[in-house]
């Protein structure tokens, strides 16, 4: 046992996706505090986890909070630049700890102090601006548009790989994400699976398959629905989001 002081940093809660969930389990774990950019209105974070959200005001009301809250589901440029430029300052209170776990990619924007162990755990390095790169620029039909858009995913590999080199060590929940690190940032990082908790066997069902995730189309659960249309077996899709009704 160590006296160490830990803490969360993960960089915002629009909702409750996979990177929540695991934010609010470290926090419960490690009996860690979390900080955060801002916890979007309507999002319920459990009453058992003390959650400090660093600029609140700034993203939930006036005309700054309307504009940054414009398409938020990871699609906002305005507030995906926004966040990463208050998250290299963060607050004062977060140079009090002596080690920083962050969650999610913009996390690794915040500028440590000297003392401070930063150990990220990604979830993966950013996919539009490495393996999905051309595929999100062959989306793009107007020329003018894809220029721009290919200038500003050039000059976020830059900020994103320069901030690589706060993190002290990465963590990846998989061989595959473990590659990904080693592939775009050459950094090596320890697999740590996610645990997999319940009793997940019913004797009296003939058992079937469940997908859990948010309905939007970057999480592509059509495939998996499409998949399944020739196969003699069942399909349980659980979760919620602006493409539910379509797969319905």
Same mark, same amino acid.
């Given at each position: #046992?160590?006296?160490?002081?830990?803490?969360?940093?993960?960089?915002?809660?629009?909702? /409750?996706?996979?990177?929540?969930?695991?934010?609010?389990?470290?926090?419960?774990?490690?009996?860690?505090?979390?900080?955060?950019?801002?916890?979007?209105? $309507?999002? @319920?974070?459990?009453?058992? /986890?003390?959650?400090?959200?660093?600029?609140?005001?700034?993203?939930?009301?006036?005309?700054?909070?309307?504009?940054?809250?414009?398409?938020?589901?990871? #699609?906002?440029?305005?507030?995906?630049?926004? =966040?990463?430029?208050? /998250?290299?300052?963060?607050?004062? @209170?977060?140079?009090?700890?002596? /080690?920083?776990?962050?969650?999610?990619?913009?996390?690794?924007?915040? =500028?440590?102090?000297?003392?401070?162990?930063?150990?990220?755990?990604?979830?993966?390095?950013?996919?539009?601006?490495?393996?999905?790169?051309?595929?999100? #620029?062959?989306?793009?039909?107007?020329?003018?548009?894809?220029?721009?858009?290919?200038?500003?995913?050039?000059?976020?590999?830059?900020?994103?790989?320069?901030?690589?080199?706060?993190?002290?060590?990465?963590?990846?929940?998989?061989?595959?994400?473990?590659?990904?690190?080693?592939?775009?940032?050459?950094?090596?990082?320890? =697999?740590?699976?996610?645990?997999?908790?319940?009793?997940?066997?019913?004797?009296?069902?003939?058992?079937?398959?469940?997908?859990?995730?948010?309905?939007?189309? !970057?999480?592509? #659960?059509?495939?998996?629905?499409?998949?399944?249309? $020739?196969?003699?077996?069942?399909?349980?899709?659980?979760?919620?989001?602006?493409?539910? !009704?379509?797969?319905?």
């Amino acid at each position: #046992m160590t006296d160490e002081s830990v803490a969360i940093l993960h960089d915002r809660f629009p909702g /409750i996706g996979g990177g929540e969930t695991f934010a609010i389990e470290a926090a419960r774990v490690l009996d860690a505090p979390i900080y955060t950019m801002y916890v979007a209105e $309507g999002t @319920e974070v459990p009453p058992d /986890i003390d959650v400090y959200s660093i600029r609140q005001e700034k993203y939930t009301s006036g005309v700054s909070g309307q504009l940054l809250e414009w398409r938020n589901s990871g #699609m906002n440029p305005f507030e995906t630049t926004s =966040v990463a430029i208050d /998250i290299t300052q963060g607050t004062s @209170e977060l140079e009090t700890y002596d /080690i920083l776990l962050e969650s999610a990619p913009l996390s690794k924007y915040f =500028v440590p102090a000297t003392h401070q162990r930063i150990v990220h755990y990604p979830h993966s390095p950013p996919r539009w601006l490495y393996d999905l790169f051309r595929d999100r #620029m062959d989306r793009v039909d107007y020329p003018g548009i894809a220029f721009a858009a290919r200038a500003y995913a050039k000059l976020w590999r830059a900020l994103d790989k320069e901030a690589v080199d706060y993190v002290d060590t990465f963590v990846a929940n998989s061989e595959l994400i473990r590659d990904r690190v080693q592939r775009y940032y050459d950094r090596d990082a320890e =697999v740590v699976y996610p645990p997999v908790t319940g009793n997940w066997r019913n004797e009296g069902d003939e058992g079937y398959f469940l997908t859990w995730s948010r309905l939007d189309k !970057e999480k592509r #659960m059509d495939l998996i629905v499409e998949a399944f249309q $020739g196969l003699d077996e069942r399909l349980i899709v659980a979760g919620d989001g602006e493409h539910r !009704e379509k797969l319905e």
